[in-house]
């Protein structure tokens, strides 16, 4: 046997050597590339059954293979040919697309663009696509899936419309040298009655294009110069608010700032700001996780209840894209947020944490403030028609705050924080006609609050202030559409609550505090309690198209509460609403309401000395607005508005110091209790929208005033005049925003130090207080600026932004402080001081976005 293989031993090596030479010649001779035309290698791969797709204008017949690939695998044979003319593949829908890759000097850019039926994510076969500027060079690369290529780097306004489907509009980035990938998701047509808004004073804020009553795009929210980057701020901007500029929360046409609901994601948010001890600076809530924010100031429709003056709405950022992830860093905070899709597509995620970087940057004599919040939502298809939503948000506060650190003055507080709220949320559609939402919640609270004053010549006071709170409640909304001209809504909400209070204070007056008229030089309080119980509403709303161009809407809802104690107090509120198109440009809105709003059952006034609930307070609505669209890109509304408040509890507040850290513990704090209040005015705005640039203005002509013991006094944020105005400008890679709020200064008390004229003994001063609001602070008057620029890394961007509050560092009064101060001589002199708004305050970050 061996002598046969040794015989045969140069015959295989030559067999050998002979076929793998062959081999080796025709292998050679299959993959040559080099000098070929890609589309034609292409083409190869494409018969040899890879789902390779092109666009011609990207992949032209003169393009040629300049490497020869040393790749075996196909697709990287493919990429590896692709590379040298800045293209590379990507898979989407079972197909490979030929895309323009990340990198090259290249001046133009592309967007790929895939549209879907999102109820089961399939690609739709003919959409109609608008762009404004117009998309030139367009290829259809499957159904549902179009290539535009040769596009220069900026903004366009898209819109996608298919047959049986709600049209979507978005604002695409173009980027140099870049493919952006755009998905959209078109929802299934409504009824034209249930698309229709009838209230007025409604708004839009919306991270999507759209033909909105007032509108700020996604990049002029995250742009908007705003302390803090908070949505809540945000409706500061709007006709009809006022707000000083310290505090998250508004007042809508001389409402409390109390008197506006929270909504996110259907569900109604429990106190959810952080710093709530003092004046509620920033809310729970990140701008980026948050796909927009709509804003009824008043007129709001029957599905929306016990709250008098206004709504802020909102819902979190749908994720279309398998992972997008943000970290960002700032002055203010530092935060993460992370979203995506499931493999299945039918299902989302997001998380979004942030915590405070205010404590790592201020002085700590000024204290520490430590808070976080962290949101998240997981939703997802369990049929065809039910869709089932996990929301979660969490706040935790931690914070000390700290306005006179020396021992012999030492004014502070320590604040402790926790606010949980859990929610399910479940779309169910019925049936063609018929769809509802259930909304299932828990939630949790408790604050914890010390608080202490030592300064023996004004006032010594402590404060011990603990509350929890539980709440578990069910929302259930009905929609009933037979017919294009007629919608039905229909709903039902209860909430079961226990609360627990305990809170202990004391107060000694000495000096200029202890002179104050009808007022005890001590203060001393220990009061709890327990209250349980729940809160119901139900409500219904019938909208009829009654002739061509005019939409009516009849609502009617009923409130009560059973914690309060009082023997009957439910609340009966009519609603009704007209729209009348004058012409296809211009459209007239009529609203009329009675709305209540009851006492929160984590509202009891206990810090001072109140230990009952008060009846729901009322207010009737008037409004009468008309909308004028010039174009698409100009629009001009005026609104008209009374709004006349009864049954109004008693509140309290401190004549000359808003600001105050313990403001139950000042010998100025007042009770308030008005017959009655009305407030009135006129809202004159204008805005533009186009590509690069947008801008709006808006004026306010108004009067705010209580009525107490037969007199009409203002209420402190009255402000006669106001002007808002901003502008945000972009580009490819920067942005800039400016925006200016002037207003009437607020109505100030003024005080005396009157000589009570003791005939024996020394003279005794008295200090009075003079009428209420009878003095007015100066004009308010503020501009706020922010730049940033975007910078390319990998497959991600870096912005980073400079901010400015107060640019021109404008000292605005917010309040008077009196006291006794020496003179050269070392006498005790009656002083007046002032103490001012916020000053020129500039934020620096950057905000890392990355797939």
Not at 221 to 227: A, H, S
Not at 359 to 364: K, S
Not at 679 to 687: K, P, Q, T
Not at 759 to 764: C, D, K, L, Q, S
Request: aromatic residues 10%; contains cysteine.
């Amino acid at each position: 046997m061996w002598s046969v293989i040794k015989l045969r031993r140069p015959l295989f090596f030559l067999v050998l050597f002979l076929v793998s030479a062959g081999a080796l010649a025709a292998d050679g001779e299959s993959t040559r590339y080099k000098g070929r035309t890609v589309m034609s290698v292409i083409d190869d791969f494409r018969s040899q059954g890879f789902g390779l797709t092109y666009s011609t204008i990207l992949v032209s017949d003169r393009l040629l293979v300049t490497i020869e690939p040393t790749a075996t695998d196909e697709l990287q044979i493919v990429r590896q040919i692709l590379e040298p003319h800045n293209l590379t593949i990507r898979s989407e829908e079972g197909l490979w697309l030929i895309v323009r890759g990340d990198q090259g000097s290249q001046q133009a850019g592309d967007v790929l663009l895939i549209v879907r039926d999102k109820r089961d994510y399939m690609p739709l076969q003919q959409p109609t696509v608008n762009a404004v500027p117009a998309f030139t060079r367009a290829s259809i690369l499957a159904p549902g899936i179009q290539q535009y290529s040769e596009l220069k780097p900026g903004s366009y306004r898209v819109e996608v419309e298919a047959s049986g489907f709600e049209p979507a509009v978005r604002l695409v980035y173009v980027e140099s040298a870049r493919t952006t990938t755009v998905t959209i998701l078109l929802e299934p047509a409504k009824p034209e009655i249930e698309s229709i808004t009838v209230s007025a004073s409604r708004y839009e804020i919306s991270r999507d294009v759209t033909t909105s009553n007032f509108f700020l795009d996604q990049r002029t929210i995250q742009n908007m110069p705003d302390v803090g980057e908070d949505p809540v701020r945000v409706v500061h901007r709007l006709p009809g608010t006022a707000a000083g500029g310290v505090s998250a929360r508004a007042h809508f046409r001389g409402g409390e700032d109390t008197e506006t609901g929270i909504i996110l994601n259907g569900q109604r948010l429990f106190d959810p700001f952080h710093v709530r001890d003092y004046n509620n600076i920033f809310s729970t809530i990140d701008a980026r996780a948050i796909n927009g924010v709509e804003v009824y100031t008043g007129g709001f429709p029957a599905r929306y209840g016990d709250r008098l003056s206004g709504f802020v709405l909102m819902d979190s950022l749908d994720s279309l894209r398998p992972r997008y992830t943000e970290l960002g860093v700032s002055v203010f905070n530092t935060s993460v947020l992370t979203a995506g899709t499931f493999s299945d597509g039918d299902s989302q995620w997001l998380l979004s944490a942030r915590r405070s970087n205010l404590d790592l940057v201020l002085n700590p004599n000024l204290g520490q403030p430590n808070y976080y919040d962290v949101f998240s939502e997981v939703s997802f298809d369990l049929t065809p028609g039910t869709r089932l939503s996990l929301n979660a948000l969490f706040a935790n506060d931690d914070v000390i705050v700290v306005l006179e650190s020396e021992p012999a003055e030492l004014e502070q507080t320590t604040s402790s924080t926790q606010n949980m709220q859990f929610w399910v949320t479940l779309e169910n559609q019925w049936a063609p006609a018929l769809r509802s939402t259930s909304v299932f919640s828990v939630s949790s609270f408790s604050n914890d609050r010390l608080g202490v004053t030592s300064d023996v010549e004004k006032i010594v006071s402590a404060v011990d202030d603990h509350r929890r709170v539980d709440q578990y409640g069910i929302r259930l909304d009905w929609y009933w559409n037979q017919s294009d001209i007629h919608l039905v809504q229909w709903g039902f909400q209860a909430e079961h609550s226990e609360a627990r209070y305990a809170y202990t204070g004391e107060a000694e007056f000495f000096g200029l505090a202890a002179l104050y008229e009808d007022v005890d030089d001590t203060i001393s309080r220990d009061l709890s309690a327990a209250p349980v119980g729940s809160k119901f509403g139900v409500y219904v709303s019938d909208r009829w198209k009654v002739a061509h161009g005019t939409i009516v809407e009849l609502g009617l809802r009923w409130d009560d509460q059973t914690y309060t104690g009082l023997v009957s107090d439910s609340q009966l509120s009519p609603r009704f609403s007209v729209l009348h198109a004058l012409s296809p440009a211009t459209e007239l809105r009529l609203s009329w309401g009675r709305y209540y709003q009851s006492q929160g059952i984590q509202e009891l006034q206990i810090e001072d000395g109140v230990t009952e609930f008060y009846p729901a307070q009322r207010a009737d609505h008037i409004i009468v607005g008309l909308r004028h669209n010039f174009d698409d890109q100009n629009s001009l509304r005026l609104e008209l508005f009374q709004k006349d408040m009864s049954r109004l509890r008693p509140r309290f507040e401190n004549l000359f110091g808003p600001l105050t850290l313990i403001p139950e513990m000042q010998p100025d704090r007042v009770r308030i209790a008005p017959s009655d209040a009305r407030a009135r005015g006129m809202e004159l705005s204008i805005d533009h929208t186009s590509r690069s640039l947008a801008w709006w203005a808006s004026y306010t002509l108004s009067k705010v005033t209580d009525t107490v013991d037969g007199v009409r006094e203002p209420r402190n944020w009255d402000q006669r005049h106001a002007l808002q105005a901003g502008l945000n400008w972009n580009s490819d890679a920067w942005d800039f925003s400016l925006a200016t709020n002037v207003h009437s200064g607020w109505p100030t008390t003024d005080l005396a130090l009157v000589d009570a004229n003791d005939p024996v003994g020394e003279p005794t001063f008295v200090a009075i207080p003079g009428p209420r609001n009878a003095e007015r602070l100066g004009t308010f008057a503020s501009v706020d600026a922010r730049i940033s620029r975007r910078f390319r890394v990998g497959k991600g961007t870096i912005t980073a932004f400079l901010e400015v509050s107060n640019v021109f560092d404008r000292k605005n009064l917010c309040c008077r402080d009196y006291d006794f101060e020496e003179d050269a001589d070392g006498n005790e002199v009656f002083e007046l001081s002032d103490d001012y708004w916020l000053p020129r305050l500039p934020a620096i970050g950057f905000l890392w976005e990355f797939q």
